[in-house]
């Protein structure tokens, strides 16, 4: 069954720096989405993408963050200068955009993104 | 401004008890979709159902069955004869349709089930 992927499945960067996560969405998706769930919390929504430009954004995604779908098969999720606060599980998430089933968003395995 | 609550953080029942998850939505919209998703141990997040704002028949899926109460902003998820393998956080999450068709979903705080051998 086609699946989400996630990839680094663990990253660890230093306050500052730049990381990039990466995702694979389901393969006749249409639409892409990034949320985050900071450890013992609920998952908050950060951004929606499709016909690739943003479709909607939480306040959350401030200009820090960016996304981008560089290629045919990748949706990317950039935090420019990491912040202690955004050590969290970063989950993306795909749908197949069709009446029948709208907005039925399926998830990846997420990316637990630890800044010391 | 849309709000979902799972009043319930933790429930704990022994194997084969039935058991029910709560979740009470806010919405201004009169077209929305509810939705809910489970958590197991090993962090991923499994869409479980989704239902729109106009079909209140319950539905049932082997022991799973939710109750969607539009009167009482309800959608409710109930495990009949709960196993061990059903112990995980159960999220409850709400869209709203802005017709784009790429909507966020808001989560609820989730409620961790445990069930007890």
């Known amino acids: 069954e086609p699946e989400v992927t996630q990839t680094p499945s663990h990253q660890v960067t230093q306050m500052g720096q730049e990381v990039i996560l990466r995702c694979v969405p389901i393969?006749?998706?249409?639409?892409f989405y990034w949320y985050r769930q900071i450890l013992g919390q609920k998952v908050e929504f950060l951004v929606s993408?499709?016909?690739?430009?943003?479709?909607?954004k939480s306040e959350i995604f401030d200009d820090q963050f960016s996304v981008e779908r560089p290629d045919g098969s990748n949706f990317t999720l950039k935090i420019r200068s990491t912040k202690l606060e955004d050590s969290a599980m970063y989950f993306c998430?795909?749908?197949?955009?069709?009446?029948?089933?709208?907005?039925?968003?399926?998830f990846g395995p997420g990316t637990r993104l630890t800044v010391l | 401004a849309q709000k979902v609550t799972q009043a319930q953080t933790e429930i704990s029942v022994v194997e084969k008890e039935d058991v029910t998850l709560d979740c009470v939505y806010e919405?201004?919209?009169?077209?929305?979709?509810l939705f809910w998703y489970k958590q197991p141990p090993s962090g991923e997040l499994v869409f479980l159902i989704r239902?729109?704002?106009?079909?209140?028949q319950n539905e049932i899926s082997g022991r799973y069955s939710w109750n969607f109460q539009k009167s009482t902003s309800s959608f409710n998820f109930t495990i009949t004869a709960s196993q061990v393998v059903d112990s995980a956080v159960y999220f409850c999450?709400?869209?709203?349709?802005?017709?784009?068709?790429?909507?966020?979903?808001?989560f609820g705080k989730g409620t961790h089930l445990i069930i007890q051998p």
């Open positions: 998430a795909s749908s197949v955009g069709t009446s029948s089933s709208y907005n039925e968003q399926f």
């Open positions: 393969s006749n998706h249409l639409y």
């Open positions: 993408f499709y016909n690739n430009e943003i479709s909607e």
């Open positions: 919405t201004r919209d009169t077209t929305y979709y």
């Open positions: 239902r729109n704002s106009f079909d209140e």
């Open positions: 999450a709400l869209s709203e349709v802005s017709g784009g068709g790429a909507d966020g979903l808001t």
